[in-house]
């Protein structure tokens, strides 16, 4: 299976290249600042194409073309976000990935996320064992504290302080924020960050969060809770060591 959606992936990516040279079809979403382009409505369109040809059977949870609200528990259901960073994909042109994962009966089993201007896939979980960069196998970043690290955050949430986002950062090296959800999960993979905490939607953690648990690293939703998979709630992702200290920073608070 892995290797047919690495073949999807690396088609739609060239579609997203061609995309880039013609005129963009943008839309607003939500505000000015949520947008949707047509390459991430064809994207979404192309993959779930691929996905019903190989697997008829196979369930969709996907950002874009109202297939957003599949229970992830049941079957073998496929998440995607076709351009995660839409608006760093119209405005820079970079930094923003392809991202796929798939769950069978509510069990995370391998995550996909492409950074298309880099050419460089991560991808991996359970079912092969591993987490590979490109063809390179990944090994599990040291487990460094809070105060050892870089952490991704939300604009907006660090803006707002929201969940203690003020306190989180300034207890680590410092802040990054890169407006593209897989690229946060890319740098935790790489050890290059300790952790991410932002708001976010089942497509935009499920394969990075099934990366992370693959190499010993952990996850959180709402309310410390595990993550629900319905709709947009607070995440965070971290090593073992820095996400007791996010926790302890949350319940010191409260
Ligand atoms: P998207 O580009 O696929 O929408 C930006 O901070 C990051 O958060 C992106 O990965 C973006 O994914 C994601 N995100 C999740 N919910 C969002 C929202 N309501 N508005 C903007 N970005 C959102
Ligand atoms: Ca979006
Ligand atoms: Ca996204
Ligand atoms: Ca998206």
């Known amino acids: 299976m892995e290797k047919e959606i690495i073949g999807w992936i ?23 600042t949520d947008l949707v382009t047509n390459v991430d409505k064809e994207v ?7 996905i019903h040809d190989y697997d008829p059977k196979a369930l969709i949870l996907g950002e874009e073309n109202g297939q957003d609200d599949t229970p992830i528990d049941k079957g073998r259901v496929f998440v995607i976000d076709p351009i995660d960073g839409t608006l760093n994909f119209v405005m ?13 009966e509510g069990v995370g089993q391998l995550g996909f996320i492409y ?3 880099r050419d460089e896939l991560l991808w991996g979980g359970p079912k092969v064992g ?8 990944l090994s599990a970043p040291e487990n460094k504290s809070l105060s050892e690290g870089l952490i991704g955050m939300n604009a907006a949430l660090y803006r707002k302080d929201l969940f203690h986002a003020q ?5 680590s090296m410092g802040i990054r924020v890169l407006g593209c959800a897989g690229l946060d999960f890319v740098a935790i993979l790489k050890g290059t960050q300790i952790g991410y905490v932002s708001m976010l939607s089942p497509w935009d953690y499920a394969a990075g969060t099934i990366m992370m648990e693959q190499l010993g690293m952990t996850v959180i ?3 410390q809770q595990p993550l629900s998979f319905k709709g947009r709630e607070f995440f965070i992702g971290a090593t073992q060591a820095a996400m007791a200290e996010i926790q302890a920073i949350s319940k010191a608070n409260h």
């Open 44 to 50: 979404q369109d192309f993959i779930v194409k691929k």
């Open 115 to 117: 950074d298309v201007m």
């Open 10 to 32: 690396y088609e739609a990516a060239e579609k997203v290249k061609s995309g880039l040279g013609d005129a963009l079809k943008v839309d607003q979403k939500n505000g000015r």
């Open 92 to 104: 820079q042109q970079e930094n923003f990935c392809i991202m796929i994962a798939v769950y069978e």
């Open 130 to 137: 591993k987490v590979y960069n490109n063809k390179e196998e």
């Open 167 to 171: 306190e989180i950062g300034q207890t």
């Open 221 to 223: 939703g709402e309310n």
